[in-house]
Each structure stands twice: as structure tokens, then as C-alpha cells.
């Protein structure tokens, strides 16, 4: 049985944010740091970690994790961040989510880490979108044992996360129709921030 106590959470916060004109993990919700806003949405009972790149570490609140882990080399993805992860983790299972993901909450990990025993690696989601499924590559629950299958796409440069789902050992399971939509949100754009404030406004 997995338990989010033996769960390391990592939060990828090392992208430059290109389309929103500014890094991600300087972004904020009602005024306060997204980091802060994320660690008190989830409250994580185990270890925290931040995930940063070169010229980026030390974003607000960076204080309030457990530690914190910069990628060896800057602007080369999420699966950059996931595999810094994995190599920092103080546990044998990691869940990661993302800066700009300010509607994850700690029951979809709880989920998914009833799902991993079941699933080898690792487990993310997919949800209906029209009359298909996508692959949502985030939360994703991985035990540290993916670290190697990570490098060698890495070292491939075959970046995508949710491809990793074609691996050996990883799996989509179709979430939950209870869960709301807005635990998807991603923020790529300040037209997103501005979107999120007022919908907490109302």
C-alpha cells in the first residue's frame, strides 16, 4: 500500500514561462507566491521538493520546502524536471505536479497512489476531451525505480511526459468524472492568471 507519508511531492517550477513573459514560479494567487499557494492547498504529510533550473532556483516561498533540486541543464522540460526528481527523492515513490497547475488537489494523488501498486512504474491519467481521451501527464505518481527508463528518453531527447504511458512499466488509468475540471488548469499565459483571479473573485 502506498501512502503519501512514503511519497515524496515535487513540484516542477524550473520552466522560463515564454508565452506568459515571465518564470512560472513567480507567479502568484490572491497576492500570495503560487509555491505557498500549493503547499497549503495540498498540505503533503511526507517530504517536499522543488525542482528548478540554472538562473531560476529560490522563487518565492522556496523557503517552505523541504529541500530544493536545480536541473542539471536549463530549458529542457518537464521530463528534465521529473528526472532531477527522481534523483533527489527521499522516498521510493515520488508525486510531481507542476507551478502552473494551481487546482491540483491531494485526493487525485491519493488515487493515484491507490493505482500504483498495480501499475509498475508509474501511473498518470487521461480524461474525455470531446469524443477522445487525452493524456493528462500531470499529477503523476512514479515509483524512483523509473529513474533509469527517464534518463534514457531524456538522452534520446524524446521529452514528452505523457508518451512515457508507451513505456514498459507505466500506465494511463481514466480519472475519476467526479474530479473538477479546473484541477487541470494550467497557466501558460497572463490571460490565464487574470482568468483564475476572477474566478476566485466570484
Do not use: Y
Amino acid at each position: 500500500m502506498v501512502t503519501l507519508s512514503d511519497c515524496t511531492l515535487a513540484v516542477l517550477a524550473g520552466g522560463r514561462g515564454s508565452r506568459m513573459g515571465r518564470a512560472k514560479g513567480l507567479l502568484t494567487v490572491g497576492g500570495r507566491p503560487i509555491l505557498a499557494h500549493l503547499l497549503d492547498r495540498l498540505a503533503w504529510p511526507g517530504p517536499t521538493l522543488l525542482v528548478t533550473a540554472p538562473g531560476r532556483e529560490r522563487p518565492p516561498a522556496w523557503e517552505r520546502f523541504d529541500a530544493e533540486a536545480v536541473d542539471p541543464v536549463a530549458d529542457e522540460g518537464p521530463l528534465r524536471g521529473v528526472l532531477t526528481a527522481l534523483d533527489a527523492a527521499a522516498t521510493p515513490w515520488l508525486a510531481v505536479t507542476t507551478v502552473d497547475m494551481p487546482g491540483v488537489f491531494r485526493q487525485q494523488f491519493e488515487w493515484l497512489a491507490g493505482q500504483l501498486p498495480g501499475h509498475g512504474h508509474g501511473v498518470m491519467c487521461d480524461r474525455p476531451a470531446g469524443d477522445r481521451r487525452q493524456v493528462e501527464p500531470f499529477p503523476l505518481l512514479l515509483r524512483t525505480t523509473a529513474a533509469d527508463a527517464v534518463r534514457e528518453r531524456l538522452g534520446q531527447h524524446r521529452r514528452s511526459v505523457h508518451a512515457l504511458a508507451a513505456e514498459p512499466g507505466f500506465a494511463v488509468v481514466a480519472a475519476p468524472a467526479a474530479w473538477p475540471g479546473s484541477a487541470w488548469v494550467n497557466l501558460n499565459t497572463p490571460g490565464d492568471v487574470a482568468g483564475l483571479e476572477q474566478a476566485r473573485q466570484r
